[in-house]
């Protein structure tokens, strides 16, 4: 079996890190060796699949570089047009891999798209991941033979339901806040959580900005 210091109990959680880092760091210059990441046409540019790039751990991805560190340089840079293009691929390549990524790792990608200012970008690119929900589902597809008895089908069917209604309500919450953050970014709060605080206690300051929203035809319900 092949030496793995991760799994060394001899070696400090300081070593480990070091290691850690290292590998993240080889995974990065390896895949800058296959593809172009520095230009928009670059990252078009990368097939679908990739799955021969692909390193031996999910760090090693190129949809988990497109989200991670590749998307952090150009969202801290700004630069709009780089860091959807990262979004975009990484999303491509995450709908037809053999990873399970889930709803909210794509929702993630698009609020740092809202974030950045790159408000089209990100609604259209949140229409393309619920279509291919829409597709593939949510949740796991399970029936009443994969449970011990039917009281805990019946138990796990009733999470499934609160779970999709808690979905569709932080949705909710989300869209209208970055509606606010599009069109009346004076009234917009700083932070989504902000806002949601202030529409769970129907504030005066929430109050206000329903008035403001209405005046200049904003639908923020």
């Known amino acids: 079996m092949a030496y793995n210091i991760f ?3 001899s070696k400090t959680i300081e070593e480990k890190n070091d290691a850690y880092s290292r ?19 670059g990252i078009k540019s990368i097939p679908v699949p990739c799955t021969e790039v692909n390193g031996d751990s999910p ?3 190129v949809e988990y570089y497109l989200r991670g560190q590749c998307f952090a340089k150009y969202y801290k840079e700004k630069n709009i047009a780089l860091a959807v293009e990262c979004v975009r691929k990484a ?9 399970i990524w889930k709803y909210d790792a794509y929702i993630s990608d698009i609020t740092h798209l809202h ?3 790159a408000h089209k970008q990100a609604w259209e690119e949140e229409a393309r991941v619920d279509s291919y929900f829409r597709k593939v589902g949510i949740y796991p597809h399970l029936s009443i033979r994969d449970f011990p008895n039917v009281f805990a089908y019946f138990k796990w069917k009733r999470l499934i339901k609160e ?3 808690e979905r569709i309500r932080k949705r909710s ?7 606010l953050q599009e069109y009346l970014p004076a009234l917009c709060p ?3 959580s902000g806002y949601s605080r202030m529409k769970n206690s129907n504030s005066k300051a929430y109050q206000k900005i329903l008035a403001q929203a209405a005046l200049y035809g904003v639908d923020i319900i």
């Open 190 to 192: 700083k932070s989504l």
């Open 91 to 99: 999303h491509s390549l995450m709908f037809i891999s053999d990873m």
């Open 163 to 165: 779970m999709e209604e």
């Open 115 to 117: 974030n950045l200012g």
């Open 59 to 61: 760090t090693g991805r």
């Open 173 to 179: 919450i989300r869209h209208e806040y970055y509606r």
């Open 23 to 41: 590998k993240r760091e080889q995974e990065v210059v390896r895949l800058k060796s296959f593809y172009d990441f520095s230009t928009v046409d």
């Open 7 to 9: 799994d060394d109990e």
